[in-house]
């Protein structure tokens, strides 16, 4: 299985962006979707997620009120919607996957996420 990221670029703080991740649809419908992100230096850190059958959505402090994650069913798509972008949002964002609610994968390390994608950059300059 793989996740595919893309959506991230170069901005302006204030900005916003969205990031897309395929999923393979119905294969993950136990599964929750979510962004972890990693500054240059730093750990990988959790951002947000949801549950694929679409019941909850879990935010970092950091972002929340400022990026929602939702789903396509059409295309099975999960996206980030970042706005009023800030430096400090500066990273790789990787979209994982884990068979758990959005909540426990807000408290879970990177390294125990199921399915990690190929990271996409995003840079917010000041």
């Known amino acids: 299985v793989q996740l595919q990221a893309s959506g991230g670029g170069l901005v302006q703080a204030g900005d916003s962006l969205k990031l897309s991740c395929a999923t393979p649809?119905?294969?993950?419908?136990?599964?929750?979707v979510g962004w972890f992100r990693q500054a240059p230096g730093k750990e990988h850190v959790f951002v947000a997620a949801?549950?694929?059958?679409?019941?909850?959505?879990y935010y970092s402090d950091s972002v929340k009120g400022r990026f929602t994650i939702f789903k396509d069913n059409d295309s099975n798509t999960v996206y980030l919607q970042m706005n009023n972008l800030k430096p400090e949002d500066t990273a790789v964002y990787f979209c994982?996957?884990?068979?758990?609610?959005?909540?426990?994968?807000?408290?879970?390390?990177?390294?125990?996420?199921?399915?990690r994608g190929k990271g996409t950059q995003v840079t917010v300059s000041s």
């Open positions: 994982v996957a884990r068979r758990t609610a959005p909540q426990t994968m807000g408290r879970l390390p990177y390294s125990t996420m199921t399915y």
């Open positions: 649809g119905r294969a993950f419908i136990t599964y929750s």
């Open positions: 949801m549950a694929v059958s679409g019941r909850g959505s």
